[in-house]
């Protein structure tokens, strides 16, 4: 009996050193680390592979160097978190939870506050939030929820503050739709204000090449601008010039009647020949 039961025993502890083998094996010690911060511990998995990761200048990467994690935009320069990725308080409360691909977020992503109350649940997708997502309150309260596209908000977002009904704001790729609407009309008044500077400038310019005009005008002695505060004398000049013609008409007219008056007397009294002169 002494010996079966030794035999037994034996058999027992070989089994939970296989399955102790079995579950190293799962999460293998040269991939992971436990990363510990003055209020909180992080339970990371790093890449260790020889694939070639090309960093996108948009995207956050989160990088493990020197026991510490990074996070650095466009770029790298350690072991990029890649797998699991599980962060605990000091009360060992869960604070973050989520997945990790090659640097970048991926999958749902969960948050809570110390006590244990949910704090954020977001969507990500190669590394940006994108899709459904819900804030929370200390005491587990829902407070916002909507939906994000390429990391900014987008599409109508609910705000609970107490009141039955939650108050609806919409967002256009991360700009309220009010601002963008003062944005807009800010823009259009910009524009409206360079075209009228514009054309007070273009009406300048204008008034300059006419004042330029008139001024070569006056040294040829052809002036036809009228001074503020004369009289305009160019219809008395003309009323004049056609009096002239008048008159010239008029005597040459008197003229012609007097030759014709003379022809006719010599008619009547004619002139003496040059022979009666000298027999006279």
């Avoid at 991939?31 to 956050?60: C, E, M, P, Q, W």
């Avoid at 007097?258 to 003496?272: G, N, Q, S, W």
Wanted: proline share 2%.
């Amino acid at each position: 009996m002494k010996l079966a039961s030794a035999i037994i025993v034996s058999l027992v502890s070989v089994i939970f050193i296989i399955e102790g083998s079995a579950q190293r094996i799962k999460m293998p010690e040269n991939n992971r680390a436990i990363i510990n911060y003055v209020d909180h511990t992080a339970y990371i998995h790093f890449y260790r592979g020889d694939k070639t990761i090309s960093a996108k200048s948009k995207l956050y990467y989160y990088w493990f160097s020197a026991n510490d994690i990074k996070k650095t935009r466009g770029g790298f320069e350690g072991k990029l978190l890649h797998g699991s990725y599980s962060d605990f308080y000091i009360n060992k409360n869960l604070k973050e939870k989520g997945q990790f691909k090659y640097g970048v977020k991926t999958g749902v992503w969960k948050s809570w506050y110390l006590n244990g109350e949910y704090k954020e649940v977001v969507r990500y997708r190669r590394g940006m939030k994108r899709g459904k997502f819900k804030e929370y309150n200390e005491d587990g309260v829902l407070v916002k929820k909507g939906k994000y596209k390429k990391d900014k908000l987008h599409g109508k977002v609910l705000l609970y503050t107490g009141n039955e009904k939650p108050e609806k704001v919409r967002y256009k790729k991360g700009l309220l739709i009010e601002e963008e609407v003062k944005e807009k009309k800010a823009r259009k008044k910009s524009k409206e204000n360079n075209e009228e500077q514009a054309g007070q400038v273009e009406q300048e310019r204008s008034e300059k090449g006419e004042k330029k005009r008139l001024g070569k005008n006056k040294k040829k002695g052809k002036d036809v601008e009228i001074e503020e505060g004369k009289p305009d004398n160019s219809d008395s000049k003309k009323e004049k010039k056609q009096g002239n013609k008048e008159n010239k008409e008029k005597k040459k007219k008197d003229k012609s009647e007097d030759e014709i008056k003379i022809r006719k007397m010599y008619k009547v009294f004619p002139l003496p020949k040059k022979e009666d002169e000298k027999q006279i």
